[in-house]
């Protein structure tokens, strides 16, 4: 077995951060996955990070970093993932991996740069920008984002403004300030901090984001808060097979994602 596990898993050429499970399937990748090469699967701590082990050899990113983390609960979800491969190796069922590469070979040198991404995103957040019609959609934004805004507001005393339609609306220094503690409050740990990003991404929004990562919303309902529009219109128009692929495998991430910040508070 190579010292790079990430050569045999991905391929040459594929990063682990940005691998697309959808576009790898529909380019007819999905013949060419591995072949699984490990039979064991455990984590074991060393030098304060519990390493995953294949066949009792370190596995390691891209980058030759050691696939590890300081959580033994968030290392429960690697040997989960790994474990369950059958007899090809498939990233697109190994969310809890990729965030974790992407932390490890990405994140951890550009913390700060996330935290800005994050807040850019709260800057025009989703939740803020509201339909005038129809009144069923309006009244979906309503059940799902309105509750967000409150708790934002309780937990954090942001108060953000809203607007109809598309036009712009500035929030304030003080709502984007707010939310700049929680937000850093993770970058210690680039795993947690690479998580949040990831559920900000698919929602759309840092306000949801932070709504799972509270427990405010479980993660199934901060993805249907950040799915509303887009449901909306598959409600209207209907939707076809690469729609309905892509949305299953967000949910997966946005899921892996909520599992990986609550696995990593929990130690």
Avoid at 72 to 86: K, Y
Wanted: proline share 5%; charged share 25%.
């Amino acid at each position: 077995m190579r010292d790079d596990l990430t050569r045999d898993w991905f391929g040459d050429g594929e990063d682990p951060a940005r691998y697309d499970p959808v576009r790898s399937a529909r380019a007819g990748l999905k013949a060419q996955l591995p072949k699984r090469f490990y039979t064991t699967v455990s984590a074991e701590l060393r030098d304060g990070q519990h390493v995953l082990l294949l066949d009792g050899k370190p596995a390691r990113t891209k980058l030759r970093n050691l696939l590890a983390t300081g959580a033994p609960a968030a290392a429960a979800l690697l040997v989960e993932e790994w474990s369950a491969q059958g007899e090809r190796i498939d990233p697109a069922t190994m969310p809890v991996t990729r965030i974790l590469h992407a932390a490890i070979d990405h994140v951890v040198n550009a913390r700060q740069e996330v935290i800005d991404d994050i807040l850019n995103y709260a800057g025009t957040d989703v939740v803020c920008y509201r339909a005038a019609d129809p009144d069923r959609l309006v009244e979906l934004q309503q059940q799902h984002w309105d509750p967000v805004l409150a708790h934002i507001a309780a937990a954090y005393g942001a108060r953000f403004v809203l607007s109809e339609g598309i036009r712009y609306v500035e929030q304030t220094p003080e709502a984007i300030a707010a939310l700049r503690q929680p937000v850093t409050a993770l970058a210690p740990s680039p795993a947690a901090l690479a998580a949040l990003h990831v559920l900000t991404t698919l929602a759309g929004s840092a306000l949801i984001a932070l709504s799972v990562a509270d427990g405010y919303l479980s993660a199934d309902a901060g993805f249907d808060a950040g799915e509303v529009d887009a449901d909306f219109e598959v409600s209207v128009w209907g939707s076809d097979d690469e729609a309905v692929a892509r949305r299953a495998a967000r949910l997966g991430d946005f899921r892996a994602a909520a599992r990986l910040l609550a696995a990593l508070a929990a130690g």
